[in-house]
Structure formats: structure tokens, C-alpha cells
């Protein structure tokens, strides 16, 4: 049995969640995608998968297995990279995740001219605002925004953003004039969605740090819904200043008690492990650390905070 192609068999089939998913890509048909599967389960004596009329499950043993053996083909790929000459020569498929708004609005243009810069390289780009397991998802490397980062993934802080209050201008013309945080307690405030209603801010200013009690009656999980909202004049709020840079400089939106602003937003790259980094992540991930800094509202990061 050729065991490297059925590791790959089997890592794909984890990834693609369907033997005939990994059959057409391997131009192959999905019962000898299940035999050598089944082999390299027979050889090692363990359960990898299991299988049902609705898909595919990855056993615990699977699942431990698939993470190794992902970084075995790594390995694997690199030393034959190597053998050929082309370890200088970025290839293959890179897997990304990003959130969804940062991805739409900002980070879309920027795949793009990577991809221009590096014809050998393919990229696969997932927009979402969950935290995904970069492992158990086959992700090589992912952008976060601000949150807690997982205490198992490499993480390099590559930029941040300013936040602060922003609202549409017939917002603010149909509302009771703000002229300091004690007056935001008795507008319409929307920002990201959580377990219970009703928001604390915390903003920073002339008068040092404070918290303002916010009403909040719509929360949402999605920052282009916010947007739209805002420019919908449904509420205010505080936003990273990449989500609206654009519409403050055509006077869309405009900053609210501009003399104050909340916290930064960080934005960081994480990747599984620095030893089985892949030279194409390696690339993406230094043009996305310089080129990032310089998207509007964004600028290089402010380290120590």
C-alpha cells in the first residue's frame, strides 16, 4: 500500500467531509478512495472514520491521527520541494480564514494581488466570524480581530485599529444632541450580539476612562449589518475604524463625541505551529503583515497593551 497517498486520502477526506468529494479531486472513483482508506485503516489497526448514509464522522483516534498525519504530508511536501529544487518556490493549496466583514470590505482585494504575485499558489478563503479550529478545519492560516486567541495556535499581531462612536448625520438629527458620554444612555446603540441585552462601553477621553451604560434593542453578529445599520440611521454605536473609514471621509457617517474613543481592535495572523509552517504561508502571511498596516484605519501595531 502506498501509504503517503493514503494519508492524503485520508486528511482530505476529513477536510472535503465526502469520499466522493476526495474522488474527484484525486480523478479516482469513491470506492478505491474507500479501499485505500479502509486499507490504511486495516494497517494501522484503528478506526479512522466512520461512515453513514449522511457522511462522514472522524473517530477520536481519527481525528488525533488526522492532525499528525496533515503535518507529516507537510513534511513530506517540503522535503520533496526540496529535493526538486523548488524549496524557493512557493506552491499549493493555502487554506484561509477570515471574518466576514473585514474580508468583504478589505482583505478580498488583497488575496488577489497575492495570488498575481505568486501564479503557483492557490488560495482558498473562508469568511466567517466564528473561531474555527484551525486543526480540525484544515486551516493554515487565520485572521482575528481582537477576542481571546487560542492558547494552542501561534499568534503574530500585525496591525490595529482605532474604535470609537460613529452615527448617520440623520440620526443624530432626529435625537437629542451628545454632548457627553452621560448623554449615550439615552440613544439607540447597536453593536455586536451577546448573551444578555444591554452594553457597558467602556471609552476613554478628556476626563479619563469611564463606563457608559448603553440601550441596546437590536445586536447583531455580523459587522456589514452594523454598517448598513448606521447608515440606515437606526442607531449609534462604537466600530473599528476599517469598517467605516470610507463613509466618514464622504460624511455618511461622522464621528460622535470625537474627543473620545474606546480600546484598539488588534488584528493578528494564527497558524497551528511554527515548526510545520508551510513556505506559502510564510509568504501570505509577510505580505499580509505589511500590506494590512496600510488598509484604511488600520496602521502597524501598538504593542504592550
Not at 512557493?90 to 477570515?98: D, I, K, Q
Not at 471609552?203 to 453578529?221: C, D, F, K, L
Amino acid at each position: 500500500m502506498d501509504q503517503i497517498r493514503a494519508i492524503r486520502s485520508f486528511v482530505r477526506a476529513v477536510e472535503l467531509g465526502s469520499l466522493s468529494a476526495v474522488a474527484r479531486e484525486e480523478h479516482s472513483t469513491q470506492p478505491t478512495v474507500s479501499k485505500t482508506i479502509a486499507a490504511l485503516e486495516k494497517d494501522m489497526g484503528v478506526r479512522l472514520l466512520e461512515r453513514s448514509t449522511t457522511g462522514l464522522t472522524t473517530t477520536e483516534q481519527g481525528k488525533r491521527f488526522y492532525a499528525r498525519a496533515k503535518r507529516v504530508l507537510e513534511e513530506f511536501n517540503e522535503a520533496v520541494s526540496d529535493a526538486r529544487g523548488l524549496t524557493e518556490k512557493p506552491t499549493g493549496l493555502l487554506r484561509v480564514n477570515a471574518p466576514l466583514g473585514l474580508g468583504q470590505l478589505r482583505l478580498n482585494g488583497l488575496v488577489l494581488e497575492f495570488l498575481a504575485l505568486y501564479p503557483e499558489i492557490e488560495v482558498e478563503l473562508t469568511l466567517n466570524d466564528r473561531f474555527v479550529d484551525l486543526v480540525e478545519d484544515g486551516v493554515d492560516v487565520a485572521l482575528r480581530l481582537a477576542g481571546e486567541l487560542p492558547p494552542n495556535m501561534i499568534a503574530r499581531k500585525i496591525a490595529s485599529a482605532e474604535r470609537y462612536l460613529v452615527a448617520a448625520p440623520a440620526y443624530l438629527a432626529r435625537h437629542p444632541e451628545i454632548r457627553r458620554p452621560e448623554d449615550l444612555a439615552s440613544h439607540r446603540y447597536i453593536g455586536f450580539a451577546r448573551p444578555a441585552n444591554g452594553e457597558v462601553s467602556q471609552i476613554s477621553g478628556p476626563g479619563g476612562t469611564i463606563e457608559v451604560a448603553t440601550r441596546s434593542r437590536y445586536q447583531v453578529n455580523s459587522s456589514l449589518a452594523i454598517r448598513e445599520s448606521f447608515l440606515m440611521g437606526a442607531g449609534l454605536g462604537i466600530c473599528p475604524s476599517w469598517l467605516v473609514h470610507d463613509l466618514l471621509e464622504l460624511g455618511r457617517l461622522q464621528r460622535v463625541l470625537p474627543e473620545w474613543s474606546a480600546s484598539g481592535q488588534d488584528a493578528s495572523l494564527l497558524y497551528p505551529s511554527r515548526r510545520y509552517q508551510s513556505l506559502r504561508a510564510t509568504v501570505f502571511m509577510q505580505f499580509m503583515a505589511e500590506r494590512i498596516p496600510k488598509l484604511p484605519g488600520f496602521s502597524v501595531p501598538i504593542f504592550g497593551r
